[in-house]
């Protein structure tokens, strides 16, 4: 079966740097998305990546790495607002999107 | 720019009772469209998509339906709702075709559903 495995809760602190890891097991691979969702929002589009490497965007990076069906999101310098749920999603060999539990990130001053 | 409209934002029905959560998009023409459910726990499990008027696929056999009467309007139906139907369902849209790209889903603001 397909599967995406990401931690269930994490807790950082402000200012801090923290990374959340996703692990996947598909058939192919198309893809990874990362998304963030506030409580009781809509997930909102975070990166993509479909090469392996880094990927940075301001204080957001995604790094991939297809041999070892493996992604994280890093997130620097920590603010309150990105108290959040973050979604890892990887697009399989028929282009549809196989979704992660989310993980929930909890920031503390 | 483009806007996705979803409504309404929360509702509290009976068992048996029937359901319509409708869809619209603002700022694109024939974008795909997406009806997803987040259960707690778990990751969003996509129900329908589709591609263009008139155009359904279903993802997961059970008692919902969806419609797409017009470019950029998709609703979710039920004749008769179960318990198991509760949790918060997400539209969404994307443009293009999905093996081009990156292909980004943009979510409305969700449904929540609970069913008593």
């Known amino acids: 079966g397909q599967n995406i495995d990401q931690p269930t809760e994490m807790t950082a602190t402000e200012g801090a740097i923290v990374q959340i890891n996703c692990t996947y097991q598909?058939?192919?691979?198309?893809?990874l998305f990362w998304y963030q969702q506030h409580a009781g929002e809509a997930p909102t589009f975070l990166s993509y990546?479909?090469l392996d490497g880094l990927e940075e965007k301001g204080r957001f990076s995604s790094f991939l790495s297809r041999s070892k069906g493996y992604s994280y999101l890093l997130l620097k310098e920590l603010q309150m607002k990105d108290s959040a749920s973050y979604l890892c999603?990887?697009?399989?060999?028929?282009?549809?999107?196989?979704w992660g539990a989310g993980t929930k990130l909890i920031i503390k001053p | 720019s483009q806007t996705i409209h979803q409504w309404p934002a929360t509702l509290v029905q009976p068992v048996g009772s029937p359901l319509s959560l409708e869809c619209t998009v603002e700022?694109?023409?024939?974008?795909?469209l997406y009806w997803y459910r987040q259960a707690a726990g778990r990751g969003l499990q996509l129900l329908f998509y589709?591609?263009?008027?008139?155009?359904i696929s279903s993802e997961v056999p059970q008692n919902l339906s969806a419609s797409r009467p017009q470019d950029r309007q998709f609703i979710l139906s039920s004749k008769k709702l179960l318990l198991s139907d509760s949790g918060f369902y997400l539209c969404?849209?994307?443009?293009?075709?999905?093996?081009?790209?990156?292909?980004?889903?943009?979510f409305g603001a969700g449904s929540r559903l609970t069913v008593l």
């Open positions: 969404a849209w994307s443009v293009g075709d999905s093996s081009s790209g990156a292909n980004v889903l943009t």
């Open positions: 700022g694109t023409s024939n974008p795909n």
């Open positions: 589709s591609v263009g008027i008139g155009q």
């Open positions: 598909t058939s192919g691979f198309n893809g």
């Open positions: 990546n479909v």
């Open positions: 999603a990887v697009r399989d060999s028929n282009y549809q999107l196989i």
